[in-house]
């Protein structure tokens, strides 16, 4: 069951309001004064313009969209009226089976004064339809009702309240056919339940509140959800497979390191045992091939120096007997070895027979 409240604004301060109740596409009840703003949240609230307070037109209006054919009713309208268009309101409605589209025009200060009214009285209004769109529109002449404060003429492309003389001007010698209750009730319960033409557009417009669809937030906390399971697996799959890769990388490298080892030898940690065994091999510090070589070439570059013995021992350090010619050639095969990372520690040197003789200890610095 669907209830529209149809609220008739007052066409003076001092006139009354009226209402009535249409109720699936009938006339429910009907009354003077305010109804009560008490209404159920189901009931589409709608006013009732009055006839005189709007101007109605009909032309071809572009399709496509609404803000083009208000664009193009604006300039209709701008050609019509001798009041400046920033002062009006145009709407542009849509009437099934008709190629011509109502455009209403009414002051942008009226509009403002009923919205007023409306909230002051405790109502807000979904829809603001013009009195004549409350008739149905003939296929020849025009119709006339009487909406309970005068009489209101409808025609294929016009509509507007009663007035002596203009009236007779205005109809000429067309055909008028005044309709009865029941056809009047059928056509304004039709009307208001659907309107043809609605003043609320543009900058009047009915501001909807954002309603909260609770099946789409249920639908976005799912996806959302199966997104960061899906994130979860992706990196739970990422860390097996550096384990893996890890695990895989850590067994090349310890059997390549038994391939160093002694056959026969336990391989309890094939890394640290391969280190052990190549310092045992190597010996200690730098290694013996290292500190040897580091000391030939630092005595080979001083003329007169010469290599007569060495002893390595476990602890990495290297004697090396060495002869000059001079105390000073002492110094500079130190100088050279520091230059290359060892520390050579000279001994007691002697002289006998033109050469000096003595020992140098050196080890990596």
Request: with cysteine; hydrophobic share 50%; proline share 5%.
């Amino acid at each position: 069951m669907s209830d529209t409240l149809a609220l008739f604004l007052p066409a003076a301060p001092d006139a009354p309001w009226r209402w009535l109740l249409a109720r699936d596409s009938a006339l429910a009840a009907s009354g003077e004064g305010l109804p009560s703003p008490d209404q159920p949240a189901e009931t589409r609230i709608v006013a009732i313009a009055p006839a005189d307070a709007v101007t109605l037109h009909w032309a071809d209006l572009p399709d496509r969209s609404l803000a083009q054919a208000i664009a193009a009713a604006r300039l209709l309208v701008a050609e019509a009226s001798v009041t400046p268009l920033g002062d009006l309101h145009v709407a542009v409605g849509r009437e099934e089976g008709v190629v011509a589209s109502p455009i209403g025009v009414v002051a942008n200060v009226r509009m403002v004064e009923w919205l007023a009214l409306l909230a002051n009285a405790g109502f807000v209004a979904r829809s603001i339809i013009p009195a004549p769109m409350l008739l149905p529109r003939p296929d020849e002449g025009y119709v006339v009702g009487d909406l309970g404060d005068g009489r209101v003429l409808r025609g294929t492309s016009s509509g507007f309240a009663e007035e002596p003389g203009l009236t007779d001007m205005i109809v000429g010698d067309a055909p008028v056919a005044t309709l009865d209750r029941a056809a009047l009730e059928a056509s304004v319960a039709a009307a208001v339940a659907d309107p043809a033409l609605d003043l609320r557009q543009g900058a009047f417009a009915l501001q909807q509140r954002a309603a909260i669809e609770w099946l789409l937030v249920r639908r976005l906390a799912w996806l959302g959800a199966a997104i960061l399971c899906v994130t979860l697996a992706i990196t739970l799959v990422q860390i097996l497979r550096y384990n893996l890769s890890a695990s895989s990388l850590e067994a090349q490298a310890d059997a390549l390191a038994e391939q160093g080892l002694p056959r026969g030898v336990t391989v309890t940690d094939a890394g640290q045992q391969l280190t052990d065994r190549l310092t045992r091999l190597r010996g200690g510090g730098a290694g013996f091939s290292q500190t040897a070589a580091s000391v030939a070439a630092a005595v080979a570059a001083v003329p007169g120096a010469e290599v007569t013995g060495m002893a390595f021992d476990a602890s990495g350090r290297l004697r090396v007997n060495l002869a000059v010619q001079s105390q000073g050639q002492i110094a500079d095969v130190q100088n050279r070895l520091a230059a290359v990372g060892f520390v050579a520690d000279a001994g007691t040197f002697t002289g006998s027979a033109g050469r000096i003789t003595g020992v140098l200890t050196v080890s990596p610095r």
